[in-house]
């Protein structure tokens, strides 16, 4: 049974930092793409990073390029988002997907097939 487990969200001031942590367990990390998502209520589901497989792509949305960086170490079936420089606008629910299919880009959330249950991150002014 795949599980992912989100950890690490909090509240914090502008300007500071946060890692977030997605935990993988049942045989679906390390031979798969790997991303990060937020939502605020009322919003559609938006694309934050991803990291390919082997760790050699990365790809941001570019309200956080510069800012954020995903990482994943695969003997840990873990990936991370170190968020810095945090602006209010970064409050969301964060939440870890992966995916077994690749017709979809990998911007989209509907190309994704499990998701973590979500971290709040709460940035404020």
């Known amino acids: 049974q795949v599980q992912l487990v989100e950890s690490g969200g909090g509240v914090v001031q502008a300007g500071g930092s946060l890692r977030l942590s997605c935990a993988a367990s049942g045989g679906i990390f390390s031979g798969h793409d790997m991303a990060w998502f937020r939502q605020v209520p009322g919003k559609e589901r938006e694309f934050v990073a991803r990291?390919?497989?082997?760790?050699?792509?990365?790809d941001y949305a570019a309200s956080v390029k510069g800012r954020f960086t995903i990482s994943r170490d695969n003997a840990k079936n873990t990936m991370y988002l170190q968020m810095n420089s945090l602006k209010p606008e970064d409050t969301a629910a964060y939440f870890c997907?992966?995916?077994?299919?690749?017709?979809?880009?990998?911007?989209?959330?509907?190309?994704?097939?499990?998701w973590g249950q979500g971290t709040q991150v709460t940035v404020s002014s």
């Open positions: 990291i390919t497989s082997s760790g050699s792509i990365e």
């Open positions: 997907a992966t995916r077994t299919s690749f017709v979809l880009g990998y911007y989209s959330s509907a190309a994704y097939n499990f």
